[in-house]
């Protein structure tokens, strides 16, 4: 049993993919151009520290703007951001790059680095009767050299402006494979399409596997495979010549971020048992991403620990992570905002409102970026069990 369907965080931002998109065909005024500005750099002294962000479904060009200014002000020098197929190549080989376009120039001259997950199958690479609002991950075998030739279209296009390109997400849950028995050989093969042609058409695209999803889910589960034996699996079905990270996502729950990693727990220092599966498979010279991780502080969620103890935590995770993770390229936290509240848990991720209010945790890691506090004078225990 997956302790909890964290994925389904995700429900209320497919439903608005599908909302998104009816909103598109509507024939609308062209929208206000806002210049990009100066040229902006990062200062921070936490080079690990990276957001996720989430503008693709921003309408208004201006918070995208303002949502990058956001990042970099907090001290973060990477952003993780969704490129969806279907947005960008929404009939057989047109491309329509302008939203990406968009994003992307606004993050370089925020003089932020970008890590783009790519995912979501547009209607053409599905099968009819996958034409759902519940499939939209539904990628069939056929379709996995159409998903390679978007993936190498975008590491040519964004050259120099795309640090790593991210080939799916969570494909170890079946919510995001479709619906599906989840399938580590299927998934080394579309690994081995994608990465072929990303290196033909960018051979300094950094291409990462997994962003596997932290689970309990036992073989055989109707609702995925824990992170764990999907890694093995991968690795057993060739997995390991394709890819040059390892992305993972690995979340605190109420566990401090100093707790020890167990097969049957999920909490922050489980990235160590993935670490130790790609050192058993000889894989140990490749560096991982963190592309998700972070603590939740709603009031009635059971995963979730109080406010302070979100930030401390958070804080005491960046320390942890550069004293001891020296594979690790990037710590990047779910998320900075979304573009609408959701108004459940899930707002509880965020560090900034979607009316831009910022959280009491946005300015501790904006301190603790420039180094005016320290994770020790942070710290707070433990929450008590119910």
Not at 13 to 31: F, M
Not at 48 to 65: D, F, P
Not at 108 to 126: C, D, K, S
Request: with cysteine.
């Amino acid at each position: 049993m997956s302790f909890p369907n964290l994925h389904r965080k995700r429900l209320p931002i497919y439903i608005a993919l599908l909302t998104l998109a009816i909103a598109l065909a509507v024939p609308r005024p062209a929208p206000d151009h806002v210049p990009l500005g100066a040229q902006q750099r990062v200062e921070t002294t936490v080079p690990l520290l990276c957001l996720h962000t989430l503008l693709e479904n921003e309408v208004q060009e201006a918070k995208i703007k303002r949502s990058l200014i956001l990042a970099r002000e907090l001290g973060a020098t990477t952003i993780v951001q969704f490129f969806p197929w279907a947005y960008h190549e929404p009939s057989k080989g047109r491309f329509n790059w302008e939203r990406a376009d968009r994003i992307l120039a606004h993050a370089n001259r925020q003089g932020l680095q970008v890590i783009a997950r790519l995912g979501l199958v547009p209607a053409w690479a599905r099968p009819s009767s996958a034409e759902t609002t519940s499939t939209l991950n539904y990628l069939p075998a056929d379709s996995f050299e159409h998903f390679a030739r978007y993936a190498a279209a975008f590491a040519q296009r964004y050259a120099g402006a795309v640090k790593a390109l991210i080939i799916w997400n969570e494909p170890n849950l079946s919510f995001e494979w479709g619906y599906r028995q989840v399938d580590p050989a299927a998934y080394a093969r579309l690994l081995r399409a994608s990465y072929a042609q990303i290196k033909a058409a960018n051979p300094d695209m950094l291409v990462l596997a997994g962003a596997l999803a932290p689970t309990l889910e036992k073989e055989g589960s109707a609702a995925g495979l824990n992170e764990l034996d999907y890694l093995d699996a991968m690795y057993r079905h060739g997995a390991g010549d394709v890819f040059d990270a390892l992305a993972i996502h690995t979340y605190g729950f109420r566990d401090p971020p100093a707790a020890e990693p167990d097969r049957e727990r999920l909490n922050f220092r489980r990235a160590e048992l993935l670490r130790e599966i790609m050192i058993a498979h000889d894989d140990g010279d490749k560096p991982a991403f963190i592309t998700e991780f972070g603590w939740n502080d709603h009031p009635r969620w059971t995963g979730a620990v109080r406010p302070s103890q979100r930030s401390a935590y958070t804080i005491q995770a960046y320390d942890y992570a550069q004293s001891n993770w020296d594979w690790l390229e990037s710590l990047c936290l779910w998320a900075l905002r979304y573009p609408a509240d959701l108004l459940s848990y899930p707002d509880n991720f965020t560090l900034v409102s979607a009316d831009f209010r910022k959280k009491p945790i946005y300015f501790a890691l904006q301190d603790f970026s420039r180094q005016r506090a320290k994770s020790e004078a942070l710290w707070l225990p433990p929450p008590q069990e119910a």
